[in-house]
Nanobody, 121 residues
Framework: QVQLVESGGGLVQPGGSLRLSCAAS????????MGWYRQAPGKQRELVAA???????NYADSVKGRFTISRDNAKNTVYLQMNSLKPEDTAVYYC???????????????WGQGTQVTVSS
């Protein structure tokens, strides 16, 4: 059993910044990749950024140079620093991990509940 708890969303003006966090809890044997997805009304959920257990990162072209993903393995937490925010960044942001619960045979994908990010003047 793995739970993901997200925080840090809110309302910000264009050009502003937010930092999202996602903490994994439960009986966790290992966490492989961690990532952030977002979904705007009427649009498909899309990958924003991902980070492997070794620290390799991948970003959507639309956020490259503005967003930074990082993780604290000791705290089982992943962060998304969002700078130079644009109205088109408005969406519900979801944390995702590929994790193996303690005692489990396989890895599973786990999703957070989502946190709203609204960029508006």
């Amino acid at each position: 059993q793995v739970q993901l708890v997200e925080s840090g969303g809110g309302l910000v003006q264009p050009g502003g910044s937010l930092r999202l966090s996602c903490a994994a809890s439960g009986r966790i044997f290992s966490i492989n990749a961690m990532g952030w997805y977002r979904q705007a009304p009427g649009k498909q959920r899309e990958l924003v950024a991902a980070i492997t257990s070794g620290g390799s990162t991948n970003y959507a072209d639309s956020v490259k140079g503005r967003f930074t993903i990082s993780r604290d393995n000791a705290k089982n937490t992943v962060y998304l620093q969002m700078n130079s925010l644009k109205p088109e960044d408005t969406a519900v942001y979801y944390c995702k991990t590929d994790s193996r619960p303690a005692g489990a045979r396989y890895e599973y994908a786990y999703w957070g509940q989502g946190t709203q990010v609204t960029v508006s003047s």
